[in-house]
Antibody, heavy 115, light 112 residues
Framework: EVQILETGGGLVKPGGSLRLSCATSGFNFNDYFMNWVRQAPGKGLEWVAQIRNKNYNYATYYAESLEGRVTISRDDSKSSVYLQVSSLRAEDTAIYYC??????WGQGVMVTVSS | DVVLTQTPPTLLATIGQSVSISCRSSQSLLHSNGNTYLNWLLQRTGQSPQPLIYLVSKLESGVPNRFSGSGSGTDFTLKISGVEAEDLGVYYCMQFTHYPLTFGSGTKLEIK
């Protein structure tokens, strides 16, 4: 059974940073691209970042709205993917989801940016 | 960026009714490798999105066959043949042919 668990969310002050983690199991992590998607309260889904697998040299892609403030990374030995977000703004307040190939999604982790 | 326009934004249906949701793309979603990376997702209230359809028309494992997807190029449709109560929620189309990856704005299905 595929399991995806995001952690690391919480309340952060504007200008702060945080690192989200996504631990996975139940599939061959090395084979898959991994994505982060976010959803602001009451809003739709917004793609944040993607990291490809080793076969694609771990290439990374980012949403333009976050580029320069976000870094996605992965640790294949831990079947985990990470999202580092800096210079946080109120509009970054959202549930952040980790997804494997759009087939399986975590429950999401809430990030609230507020003073 | 590729803009996905979903219509209608809200759909009110009775149990057993067949409904369709349209997803129109601002540019062709046909990839140079011949695949069209257009998926449909359902997000029930308070839950994570779940996959329904991938590559335009392929049904995800475990998804009832009352769901079907069709289309090509820039015009795509999700059809539910006989809505059931468990189908309520917000439906999203999404594309990953072009970066940045994008989602439609969603269609909320409500049951009368």
């Amino acid at each position: 059974e595929v399991q995806i668990l995001e952690t690391g969310g919480g309340l952060v002050k504007p200008g702060g940073s945080l690192r989200l983690s996504c631990a996975t199991s139940g599939f061959n992590f090395n084979d898959y691209f991994m994505n982060w998607v976010r959803q602001a309260p009451g809003k739709g889904l917004e793609w944040v970042a993607q990291i490809r697998n080793k076969n694609y040299n771990y290439a990374t892609y980012y949403a333009e709205s976050l580029e320069g403030r976000v870094t996605i990374s992965r640790d294949d030995s831990k079947s985990s993917v990470y999202l580092q977000v800096s210079s946080l703004r109120a509009e970054d307040t959202a549930i952040y989801y980790c997804t494997m190939n759009w087939e399986d999604w975590g429950q999401g982790v809430m990030v609230t940016v507020s003073s | 960026d590729v803009v996905l326009t979903q219509t209608p934004p809200t759909l009110l249906a009775t149990i057993g009714q067949s409904v369709s949701i349209s997803c129109r793309s601002s540019q062709s979603l046909l990839h140079s490798n011949g695949n069209t990376y257009l998926n449909w997702l359902l997000q029930r209230t308070g839950q994570s999105p779940q996959p329904l359809i991938y590559l335009v028309s392929k049904l995800e494992s475990g998804v009832p066959n009352r769901f079907s997807g069709s289309g090509s190029g820039t015009d795509f449709t999700l059809k539910i043949s006989g809505v059931e109560a468990e189908d309520l929620g917000v439906y999203y189309c999404m594309q990953f042919t072009h970066y940045p990856l994008t989602f439609g704005s969603g269609t909320k299905l409500e049951i009368k």
